[in-house]
């Protein structure tokens, strides 16, 4: 099946140094979809990112992320971190040969942003 | 932000008691997932419907657990008779074909 690695379960960054968070995957199908997720202390999880497209970066809210299917990564990175960026992110893949199929979530890594 | 509504957002049952909670997906979003969010923060995949039709769902959610989602009311999951082992947040999603899934605020069951 789908597997989707996040290898660091806690990062610790203080403000307005870069970081990034990692995530590779494995998976057998061509269709695939890959996404960050952010969830925030007792909320729902929020799409932080989205991409099928090889060796595109996509950018959001100061995140960026570029998946590289030669390395099978889709890593998070922000050149400045935020106080408010301090959360739970996963990594995800959706991969499916109907293209509606079930997101395949990381471990999750909870970033934390000091002062 | 996403506008799929679950409900109710806490949920307290005996071991051995049924546990229903409802969600209403995102208006005109087809596709709807149920996840369940232990409290590892892991998430794993239940169930998930193409309008009224289910397309995937896991084995345990074939023994204890059932989902509906019927025409002009709120898709709903139900566990028949809770275990301790139950107890997690369960999160409803909704997308359009193929897309980004958007999620609820969840339902937090907790089984005494």
């Known amino acids: 099946g789908d597997s989707v690695t996040q290898t660091e379960g806690l990062v610790t960054v203080t403000e307005g140094l870069p970081v990034k968070l990692n995530c590779t995957y494995q998976?057998?199908?061509?269709?695939?979809?890959f996404f960050w997720y952010v969830q925030y202390l007792n909320e729902a999880p929020q799409v932080l990112l989205r991409?099928?497209?090889?060796?595109k970066r996509t950018e959001h809210q100061g995140f960026h992320a570029t998946l590289h299917k030669s390395s099978s990564s889709f890593h998070l990175q922000k050149s400045s971190a935020q106080l408010s960026d301090s959360a739970l992110y996963y990594c995800?893949?959706?991969?499916?040969?109907?293209?509606?199929?079930?997101?395949?979530f990381g471990d999750g890594t909870v970033l934390t942003v000091k002062p | 932000n996403s506008k799929v509504i679950q409900t109710p957002r806490y949920l307290v049952k005996g071991q051995g008691q049924k546990a229903k909670m409802r969600c209403i997906p995102e208006?005109?979003?087809?596709?709807v997932f149920w996840y369940q969010q232990n409290k590892n923060n892991e998430f794993k995949f239940l169930i998930n419907?193409?309008?009224?039709?289910?397309?995937?769902q896991i084995d345990m959610t074939e023994k204890r657990f059932s989902a509906e989602c019927p025409s002009n009311s709120p898709c709903s999951l139900e566990i028949q008779s809770s275990e301790a082992g139950d107890s997690a947040l369960y999160l409803c999603?909704?997308?359009?074909?193929?897309?980004?899934?958007?999620f609820g605020p969840g339902t937090r069951l907790l089984v005494l």
């Open positions: 995800a893949l959706s991969a499916s040969n109907t293209n509606t199929g079930k997101l395949t």
């Open positions: 991409s099928s497209t090889d060796n």
């Open positions: 999603a909704s997308s359009l074909w193929g897309d980004t899934q958007y």
């Open positions: 208006k005109g979003h087809p596709v």
């Open positions: 419907f193409q309008n009224q039709e289910v397309l995937q």
């Open positions: 998976t057998t199908y061509l269709t695939i979809a």
